[in-house]
């Protein structure tokens, strides 16, 4: 009997499906779909098998018993064929509507399979050449075609949303089959058609489906690739799940001892899946609210009475995964709120709640667009003019930073900058606003309208750039604008934590002509050595010490005292805030140099505040 190829490939595909069924699984709707094909083709080889051995015995065998062994060999076959689409089909629809068209398919075969078992059927047999042929063989193979067309019709229209490894192992399988059916078709003694379907299986297990892809080999549990293709099953389905994220100094063999009880626990007991994610972090998925709760406090049990284990465990806890409506941001919102917590987070952990999470899809979002506003060229500078006491004119202006909304709508800086500062891109932003700054100077109306220098301001991230003075000469160097028309703004903190750093660019920058300003002084830690140390020009009080001056008269004394003192060591002074024409007036007496606030403007476009300070200096003489 010519059997050989359709045994070897049965002890294949039982190899396949005893190796795929022995690991760790994580019970994924893909999972079933190609645990299923494994079946249906031991079950196609053993008819295939069946079938010649009908077919070589058909004297001694009832002739009923062959003729539907044969039919249900071809039946078999058309619909391994159609799980091998339905397969494909996983990867371009969602769970819901791939088991829709998985209802749809069967009926379709179920049609098919009876019209197979009415149609008649012969059998060729002739010494090692045993086959099947008639209406019934040409239905099956004919449907078998109409089948590897649609398929490849899918490959190929959907090939950008299918993974490219998938991609390739499917249309691999398929055009094995088509080369084992052309060769079987011209050489009948070559039964070629199982083996071929039994070696596309081991292909999808090579490159895809093998278990040990989603195993972390150090400990033996999930990985992060696992980790990801089980939220996006979750998320497609909506399906609520809770989650346990912590993370560790480092990963030694004490500590290790404590991962392997802790995932012995939440792996047999409690039915929850551990996951091994970059770093010394791992995450517990269950979805059940009470095996979570039940691994909430046993894990807090066992911090307090082993104190030699995970003692420096910082845990978070997530009631709902699907509160982070997406399940590319579940990760980030657990680094998130690490890294909001800076290590300090409780023994007994913390429950990111509804709330959380919410602040951290507004950081997210607020991110996005900060990012788009930068590749879209939406970001704009906004200029408030500053008065100066002595001239009576508008001599300088605060460049401020303001985020267009493709709407037209403005964001303000209250609602980006603190989102901008945590994430870093406040470095993009300031190098923008410096840009377009320096833009503006370039065209020679601000020099006309009476215009000196713009405040710029300098955040923390940009201070502690080493090559910082390098940077913005080199930015004014390309527009050739003059570093004295800038005048840079630094912070109390800034100057706190980069002084070094701050220094060295300060100074380089002051001998191109730049000059500094020390900003928001009477807010936060503000210390007096500040203006003593750093080389600034002008002291910037903070609207709210400009407010108290005129509501606590402690802050009266101080006010005065500041000015004066600032006098004495050659800096001038800018009230920030000032709101109306009594507080105007108010600080002009006890010698503010410069006053900032709404009383004179808000802060508006480039052209608005040209035609301002030509207004306004145009009347004075």
């Known amino acids: 009997m010519n059997i050989e190829c359709q045994c070897c490939g049965l002890v294949v595909s039982i190899l396949l499906l005893v190796l795929y069924s022995g690991r760790k699984q994580l019970g994924l709707y893909g999972e079933k779909i190609f645990k299923n094909m494994l079946i249906v083709t031991i079950i196609l080889l053993v008819l295939d098998i069946l079938s010649l051995v009908g077919i070589a015995h058909q004297d001694t065998w009832d002739p009923m018993v062959v003729m539907g062994i044969c039919k249900l060999y071809i039946a078999t076959l058309v619909i391994e064929c159609w799980s091998a689409l339905l397969y494909l089909l996983h990867d371009v629809v969602d769970e819901k509507r791939h088991w829709k068209a998985t209802k749809i398919l069967f009926g379709v075969i179920g049609v098919e399979c009876l019209a197979m078992f009415l149609l008649p059927l012969n059998i060729y047999s002739s010494g090692r050449i045993m086959y099947t042929y008639g209406p019934g063989a040409i239905f099956a193979y004919g449907c078998c075609a109409v089948n590897f067309i649609a398929i490849m019709v899918v490959a190929f229209s959907e090939k950008k949303r299918i993974p490219k490894l998938r991609w390739s192992a499917i249309v691999i399988w398929m055009l094995l089959w088509i080369g084992a059916a052309i060769w079987q078709f011209f050489d009948p003694e070559k039964l070629l058609v199982g083996f071929a379907t039994s070696l596309g299986m081991m292909i999808l297990y090579a490159a895809l489906e093998n278990p040990e892809v989603n195993l972390n080999r150090e400990l033996g549990c999930f990985n992060g690739y696992a980790l990801e293709a089980y939220l996006k099953q979750r998320f497609n389905l909506k399906k609520k799940f809770h989650v346990i994220q912590f993370s560790m100094d480092d990963i030694s063999p004490e500590t290790s001892e404590y991962i392997y009880r802790l995932m012995h626990r939440s792996n047999v007991r409690d039915g929850v899946l551990f996951f091994k994610l970059l770093g010394p972090e791992f995450m517990m998925i269950t979805e059940d609210r009470r095996r979570y709760n039940r691994l909430i406090r046993w894990i807090h049990n066992e911090q307090q009475r082993s104190s030699d284990y995970f003692k420096n465990i910082q845990g978070l806890g997530m009631e709902n995964g699907l509160d982070v409506v997406e399940s590319a941001r579940l990760t980030k919102v657990f680094k998130y709120f690490f890294n909001k917590f800076n290590g300090q987070v409780p023994d007994t952990g913390i429950e990111i709640s509804k709330d959380m999470i919410d602040d951290f899809l507004l950081h997210e979002n607020m991110q996005e667009e900060i990012n788009l506003a930068l590749t879209e060229d939406r970001v704009e500078v906004f200029l408030q003019p500053i008065f100066s006491v002595h001239s009576g004119k508008f001599e300088s202006a605060e460049a401020l930073v303001r985020i267009r909304r493709r709407d037209g709508g403005l964001i303000y800086p209250n609602d980006f900058i603190p989102v901008a500062e945590e994430s870093g891109s406040i470095l993009a932003l300031g190098e923008r606003v410096f840009v377009k700054t320096c833009e503006f100077i370039a065209t020679g109306r601000m020099q006309k309208a009476g215009v000196k220098y713009i405040e710029v301001n300098l955040s923390v991230l940009q201070c502690e750039q080493v090559d910082l003075a390098n940077r913005l000469h080199a930015i004014m160097e390309e527009y050739q604008v003059p570093s004295s028309a800038f005048n840079l703004e630094i912070t109390e903190t800034a100057t706190l934590n980069v002084k070094k750093n701050l220094l060295s660019n300060m100074g380089t920058l002051m001998d191109l002509g730049c000059s500094f300003s020390l900003d928001d002084f009477g ?86 505040f040209l035609q301002f300070v030509e207004k306004k200096n145009s009347l004075i003489q």
């Open 523 to 608: 807010k936060g830690e503000s210390n007096l050595m500040y203006i003593v140390e750093m080389p600034v020009c002008i002291v910037k009080m903070d609207y709210d010490l400009t407010k108290a001056f005129f509501e606590v008269e402690k802050a009266k004394h101080v006010v005065r005292t500041v000015v004066q003192m600032a006098h004495e060591m050659g800096l001038h002074v800018v009230s920030e805030g000032v709101e109306t024409a009594a507080e105007a007036d108010a600080l002009k007496a006890i010698g503010i140099d410069y006053i900032q606030g709404f009383y004179f403007s808000k802060a508006i476009p480039m052209d608005e």
